[in-house]
Structure formats: C-alpha cells, structure tokens
C-alpha cells in the first residue's frame, strides 16, 4: 500500500494500532488473571499506602525482572495507579483502582471467581471453533471444543462445576448488593419468591435476610441442588424448568434467559406464567439481564454488553437482547405488560406481568 502524505500516514499508523491491540487484548486478560491468582490486589490493599516495585516483588517472592511489565499493563489499563509516596524522595508506588477493588478477594463485590472462570480454557478454548457458528449450524462452538454442551460439561467436571457456580455467586453478590437496598419495592408485599437457576442460593439468601417473612426457593439442576441444605426460610429444589416450575407469587430469573434460544425463552416464560397468580394478586416474573442500548450509551458498558452477546453465541444457545426483542418474548409467552429498571449498571431489572 503506497503512502501519498502525512494525513494517510497517520491514519494508516493509527489503524495498525487499533488492529494490533485488539489482536493482543487477550494479553490484558491474562496478565488480570495472572494478578488475581499471585493475591495483587489484596497485597497493595494491605499495605495500606502506596507499595513500591521492591516491596511489591518482596512480597511476592519473584524474580524482580520480570515484574514491571506486567504492573505497567495494568496501569495503563486502569486496574492500578501510581502514587507518589514521599514528595521530596519522588518515591512513587502501586495503589488500588475502583476495578481492582472489585477483585479484591475478602470483599461483598469480589468479582474474580468470574475472571478466572471466564479465563478459564474450558471457556476460552470453544472460541477457537467460533467459525463453527457461520458453517454447521447444529454445532455450538463449545460442543465442538468440549463434544458435549456447557452444561453437561458442568455436570462431568466437579472441579470446572464449583469454577462457574463459585463465578456465579460471586456475580449474585455483586447484584444483591444493589438490589436488596436500592429496589426493595419491587419485592414488597410478596410472600414467596422462585429463584430458577438460583445455584448455590447466594441470591435467595441475600433476599430472605432483607424480607424475613418472605419464603424463598433455589430451583436448579440436580447436580447444582443435591448437596445443599436448606434453612427455615430457604428451600432447595432440584428439577428442570422446561418441564415444570414450582408455585411462587414471584419468579425471579437472574442471568438464565441470555442462555438460551428465542424458542427455548418462550418455553421457560409460558412455564413461569403457569407458577404465578394473577397480576391483581401479586404474580410476576422478575428477569436481571441486559437490554442492549449501542444508542446513547457508554462506550465501555456497550461493548461489554456485545462483548457477552458473542460469549452466549459461543458458549451456550442463546444472546443478549434489545427491548423489542425482549417484549415479543413476552407477548409470545402471554404476558400482558412490562417494566424497565436501569438500576445495575450493564443489566436491567425487568418486571413481567401476566
């Protein structure tokens, strides 16, 4: 490609830039697990003041050599900073960001068992079948890099299965964290409340112990349920919610529709209906997902949002959807009306009504 002038030159450099990072972002991700697994985070938050190189490597016990880059990434990428520590030796150290702190281990918002499970091969490897999607399509990605679906991957494989149930509580934290004390209205006056796909239970506790008098359910699979033991106000319940959904003034679906299919959505709504009194009598379905805004949104959150529509494409059957994707769901499954809270950053609380 020939090169007439400064203006094309700089265009042409800045696109090789845009290409390279993109191709190198994995790097970014891997050297974020590389800090979570080595305690990073929890290292430069005890200390309680700025941590300099030598005393970040001491602690570490690691060559000192190999230690800047992958601290220079990080801060680059917004995941730590550097503060001066003595004005007049302009001694400088590591300190936390607002991201790191959301991976910091002991914390309510701990949000790394989601980066080392997203990280993890079993869920990195199916991304190099991704073409998959385009030229056989009754092969999912994963199935072509694991020969079985997520889930059944999940079953056969203790270890991967706490992996993904762990990242999924830590997720339900995070979510509860916020709900329970910013959107209490939307579970007021309620006596019972289905958590479908509630996993180890984080959600529904975190529920219970914010409206005592409200009985809460975890309905999951039975390799998830069959070792947890329930609580005067909890119940664990194995089953499979394309066949039938236990009774419950509220059903609520926390990150379980992004994975699944349009057709497989309706069949787990008309099943939801069926388990919920009337509207005038308190029934509705409350799903936490995304509803993709690429129109006025923030650049980051959109493409975060994109970013697990591919991973749901890839990893399982199903995608994130918009709100008028959202809403022909729910009028395919009989629903008569709905309501948007844009209260969780990424995600959205969306009551349903029957």
Avoid at 5 to 34: F, P, R
Avoid at 275 to 289: E, R
Avoid at 304 to 323: H, N, P, Y
């Amino acid at each position: 490609m020939e090169i007439n002038n400064g203006d094309a030159a700089k265009e042409l450099l800045e696109a090789q830039a845009h290409v390279w990072n993109h191709t190198l972002n994995y790097i970014t991700s891997m050297s974020l697990k590389c800090a979570v697994e080595l305690s990073i985070p929890e290292i430069i938050y005890n200390h309680t003041k700025p941590i300099t190189l030598s005393e970040l490597v001491k602690a570490l016990s690691i060559p000192q050599i190999r230690s800047p880059y992958v601290y220079r990434l990080l801060v680059h990428s917004g995941f730590f900073a550097i503060e001066k520590i003595n004005e007049h030796l302009e001694e400088e150290g590591y300190v936390l960001t607002p991201s790191s702190r959301l991976l910091l281990k002991n914390s309510v918002t701990n949000l790394s068992p989601f980066l080392l499970m997203i990280t993890d091969p079993v869920m990195v490897t199916p991304f190099h079948f991704m073409s998959a999607l385009f030229q056989e399509i009754e092969t999912i990605p994963v199935e072509a890099a694991h020969g079985t679906s997520l889930w059944n991957y999940c079953a056969q494989h203790p270890e991967f299965n706490k992996a993904f149930n762990d990242a999924m509580a830590c997720d339900a934290n995070f979510v509860t964290s916020v709900i329970v004390k910013e959107c209490k209205t939307i579970f007021e006056e309620s006596q019972s409340l289905l958590d479908v796909g509630g996993g180890t239970g984080t959600v529904a506790r975190a529920i219970s112990a914010a409206f005592p008098s409200m009985r809460c359910t975890v309905f999951d699979l039975p390799h998830v349920v069959s070792n947890l033991k329930g609580s005067e106000n909890i119940e664990f319940v194995a089953g499979d919610m394309f066949k039938s959904i236990p009774s419950a003034d509220i059903i609520l679906l926390k990150w379980i529709m992004h994975d699944w299919s349009d057709e497989e959505c309706v069949k787990i709504l008309k099943k939801c209906r069926e388990a919920i009194p009337s509207k005038d009598k308190g029934g509705k379905v409350i799903i936490i997902d995304i509803v993709i805004q690429t129109e006025n949104g923030k650049y980051e959150s959109t493409e975060s949002q994109l970013c697990f529509d591919i991973l749901m494409m890839v990893c399982l059957t199903g995608k994130e959807r918009t709100e008028i994707e959202w809403e022909k769901l729910f009028l395919e499954a009989g629903f008569t009306s709905y309501k948007i809270t844009n209260a969780l950053g990424l995600r959205s609380i969306i009551e349903v009504f029957p």
